[in-house]
């Protein structure tokens, strides 16, 4: 999954304008670029339909509201402006991205009332996993959850998430699946750098609770539906380190990757008997399974 190059002619949205991205531009002084003060969402468009949209913007909302950032747009509103940014590209899956930060001010931390949201959209063609990875699985490694407290928000202020996923990057893993010590020194799944992670044990999909430390994916949610629909047992509960790496099966989720199977971690073979080192079954139910979800719930 390599970004798509950029490409300047393409349409974007930008406080209440539609421009070409090479001709976008914003103040030095905007919050987003001086603190990354803002919050921002990735939506997946599947045949140019947007998919989960209601969930993405009740959590866009709660963001903007723990950060006292007032909402630029209704839903509507919204979702105009993405109907347009989709149809002027011409992928039929795509990667919509929304940014807002709380917009321009002399430089000083206090969160000043009364400024003007910037507001920034655009759309691109979708950057999925290869057949390859999901036949094969893909290979994690594992370091410390060195971010800050505050994993839950989804901020512009991601600099942890860059440092964390790079150490993957240096190894060639696809991703960096973090663990946090707790204060009785035994250290406890979180995510991944850039995904949700889970775990399958004995048939059940696992995965960690909703805390302050876990920022709560939309699969979060859609991982429960899939799994009542197709009967796979599924509950939230800290997982420490050891049921990682004695897994059955490890999953991420992400709006890129929706379920991708983990077949090696820090150079072992996840897994057991015959299938160690390969996607597993409870892999397969769901990712076949959400395959039918992006057809039913996509508008």
Known sequence: MHPAPIQPESLCFLNGEFLPLGQ???????????????????????????????DHMARLE????????????????WLAHARRLIAAQDSEDQSLYLQITRGVAPRDHVMLEGLVPTVFMMSSAARVPTPEQRHQGVACITARDFRWERCDLKTTSLLGNVLARQISADHGASETILLREAASGISYLTEGSASNVWIVHEGALLGPPKSEHVLEGIRYELLRELCEEV?????????PEADLRAADEILLSSAAREVLPVTRLDGELVGHGALRGKPGPVYGRLYEA???AKALQSI
């Open 24 to 54: 976008a531009r914003v103040p030095v002084l905007d919050r987003g670029f001086l603190f990354g003060d803002g919050v921002y969402e990735l939506l997946p468009v599947y045949g140019r339909r947007l998919f989960r949209f209601d």
């Open 62 to 77: 709660r963001n903007l509201g723990r950060l006292r950032i007032p909402n630029p747009c209704g839903r509507e509103q």
């Open 231 to 239: 009967g796979i047992a599924y509950n939230l509960r800290p997982i």
């Open 290 to 292: 959400y395959q039918r």
